[in-house]
């Protein structure tokens, strides 16, 4: 049998850390500048609990002498189980892709092991470290994802071994510090922009402080709080009425004769072309874009992926993407802001592979087409009152034409 000792605890040293540190800063430099728009810093916290796995009879070998002849014999008491947590700093990069700086603590694991010749040996091993983490995020539902993660751990373990009897215990102190693996699974859902819990499983690969190897589980459900994330408005859709129905056909009878009477049909006329029909979809410029931006956030993609998909077994004859903005600014400023946010959703429902270019026209409106009353939105200096009230301005509207 095994004589055990889990649980380890870490203690990090000020050079790994920094080296840890900087790595992170230069991933999320790296991640900042190629997507500000649909990125954003989050922080939290978790716990739950850890699980250990250390091979005990390896352990009571290197920790003490044994007899000559060795011990034949090995019955435990453990104790593998305890309460851990974690803080971490994170980066989302994309709605896939994330980065996480943070310190865990695995918690203590307890061994008793009776050896014949007559001992025991008494063992607790404590862990607890630093980790970088590289998190995948995949979308199930509008709120909830899959996630998975794969990184590095910096863990320090130390230990705390007595013997009696037979079990002479050589060094009752030792330490450790090891730099491995780590993966892990699990759950996240989005209650709001601005809180998200996680339920996950992670695996650790440390040392038992003594030469070998163990491995440390974590299971805990964590609370995450984003910032500089902004939520999504639903699109308002307004749809057309169909078109009326062909009129029936028009039948034609000759008059009575001596011959039997024939009956003549006038040919069916041609069913008259289906009136083109129009639709016509609205989303806020916020929806889409950050403000006086017209780089598509990854809000703005879900809702197009939604348009796009509506559009499937639909038979159009053009999409005309219109852009619309406030009137602060230069005329010529908010021209040309327009025109770039109608190209960017023009060149995203084109990406998709779902509508072909040569049916979609991008117009920029500018500020000339306003949907809110001058009356009611005084002044043109820039204030927070005024950008609030003319937000219904800022939108990009797209027109779809054609038969269904």
Do not use: W
Request: net charge positive.
């Amino acid at each position: 049998m095994n004589p055990t000792c889990r649980r380890q605890t870490l203690t990090l040293s000020p050079r790994p850390l920094h080296l840890l540190a900087l790595a992170a800063l230069a991933t999320l430099s790296a991640g900042n500048a190629m997507a500000q728009d649909s990125s954003y810093y989050y922080f939290g916290l978790g716990g739950g609990q850890t699980r250990g796995d250390v091979e005990e009879r390896g352990l009571t070998n290197r920790v003490s002498t044994p007899p000559p002849g060795g011990y034949t014999n090995y019955s435990l008491a453990t104790d593998r189980r305890d309460a851990g947590y974690k803080v971490f700093l994170g980066y989302q990069l994309n709605r896939y892709v994330g980065f996480e700086l943070g310190y865990f603590n695995l918690g203590k694991q307890g061994t008793q092991v009776t050896t014949t010749p007559a001992g025991t040996m008494t063992a607790e091993l404590r862990a607890q470290g630093a980790n970088l983490d590289v998190v995948g995020t995949l979308p199930l539902t509008t709120n909830l994802s899959a996630l998975g993660r794969v990184g590095t751990a910096y863990t320090r373990t130390r230990a705390q071994f007595s013997g009696t009897g037979a079990v002479v215990v050589t060094n009752p102190n030792p330490s450790d510090r090891r730099a491995d693996m780590k993966v892990g699974v699990g759950l996240q859902y989005a209650f709001s922009p601005g809180f998200m819990m996680r339920a996950e499983g992670e695996r650790y690969r440390i040392s038992d402080a003594t030469g070998g190897r163990s491995r440390a589980n974590l299971y805990s459900v964590s609370l995450v709080f984003p910032f500089g994330r902004a939520p999504a408005p639903a699109p308002k859709v307004a749809y057309m009425p169909p078109p009326p129905p062909a009129p029936a056909p028009v039948v034609m009878a000759e008059a009575p004769s001596p011959a039997p009477a024939r009956v003549m049909v006038a040919p069916m006329p041609a069913p008259a072309p289906a009136a083109p029909v129009k639709r016509r979809v609205t989303y806020s410029a916020e929806s889409l874009f950050g403000f006086d931006k017209a780089t598509i956030r990854p809000e703005g993609m879900t809702a197009l992926d939604g348009f796009a998909a509506e559009l499937a077994g639909a038979s159009f004859d053009s999409i005309t993407v219109e852009g619309h903005t406030d009137r602060i600014g230069s005329t010529a400023y908010n021209q040309k802001l327009s025109m770039e946010r109608a190209e960017a959703v023009k060149a995203y429902l084109v990406s998709a592979g779902r509508v072909d270019a040569g049916k979609v026209n991008a117009v920029g409106m500018g500020e000339g087409t306003p949907a809110t009353n001058a009356a009611d939105c005084k002044g043109n200096t820039k204030t927070a009152a005024l950008v609030t009230c003319l937000q219904p301005d800022r939108r990009v509207e797209i027109e779809v034409t054609g038969t269904r």
